[in-house]
Nanobody, 120 residues
Framework: QVQVVESGGGLVQPGGTLRLSCAAS????????MNWYRQAPGKQRELVAT???????NYADSVKGRFTISRDNAKNTVYLQMNSLKPEDTAVYYC??????????????WGQGTQVTVSS
């Protein structure tokens, strides 16, 4: 099994910064793509950022230039640096890991989410 745990959320003022972390643990054989999603109240979950195993990144238009995704393969951890935060960034942020364990085929593993609130 793979456990995925996010951390780093909280309350921040507009224009502020936060850094989210997401650590995967368990019987991991390999991790491929790592993603951050978010879901605001009353809205569908949306993809925010992606980083591949080779380090290629992709971002939603709404966060380009403000958010940066990175990963530490030795720690099975993905980060989301969020700068110049706006009230519309308020959401629960989820991490999704695409990988495989020693006993299972490739699959997606989700964390429980961490709340980010941007408000004055």
């Amino acid at each position: 099994q793979v456990q995925v745990v996010e951390s780093g959320g909280g309350l921040v003022q507009p224009g502020g910064t936060l850094r989210l972390s997401c650590a995967a643990s368990g019987s991991i054989f390999s991790i491929y793509t790592m993603n951050w999603y978010r879901q605001a109240p009353g809205k569908q979950r949306e993809l925010v950022a992606t980083i591949t195993s080779s380090g290629s990144t992709n971002y939603a238009d709404s966060v380009k230039g403000r958010f940066t995704i990175s990963r530490d393969n030795a720690k099975n951890t993905v980060y989301l640096q969020m700068n110049s935060l706006k009230p519309e960034d308020t959401a629960v942020y989820y991490c999704k890991i695409n990988g495989r364990t020693w006993s299972t085929l490739r699959g997606d593993y989700w964390g429980q989410g961490t709340q980010v609130t941007v408000s004055s």
